[in-house]
């Protein structure tokens, strides 16, 4: 077996619209951990399917529960806004945000 590259782990999010089901197939640890735990809590709505050797999980799960949420990028007041809460709250900017700013 092969290491596959992070261009190769993939997150394939598959459904109809004629199936209450859809199927989500990835490699993302953090979505496979919140997969995981919301088939946990509600093992009627969503169960895992298939788990590989390589480290991908597949799911299937009640279409209803799925969404896909867009954020619009900030302006730069809010960006402003944000960094002055943060130095009043005592926030540190993490290191890939320093060598940007």
């Known amino acids: 077996m092969t290491k ?3 261009y190769e782990k993939e997150t394939i999010i598959n459904f109809n619209e004629s199936e209450k089901d859809a199927t989500i ?3 993302n640890a ?3 951990r919140r997969l995981a735990e919301f ?3 509600y ?3 969503c169960y895992r399917t298939r788990s ?3 480290g991908s999980v597949t799911y299937t799960i009640d279409k209803s529960r799925l969404s896909v949420r ?3 990028p900030y302006s730069e007041e809010r960006r402003a806004a944000a960094r002055e809460y943060a130095k009043e709250h005592g926030f ?3 290191s890939s945000e320093k060598k940007i700013a």
Do not use: I, N
Request: net charge positive; hydrophobic share 40%.
């Open 4 to 6: 596959l590259s992070k």
């Open 25 to 27: 197939y990835t490699f």
């Open 30 to 32: 953090s979505l496979k």
């Open 39 to 41: 088939s946990r809590r």
């Open 43 to 45: 093992p009627s709505l």
């Open 52 to 54: 590989t050797a390589d």
């Open 70 to 72: 867009l954020v619009p």
């Open 92 to 94: 540190q900017v993490a």
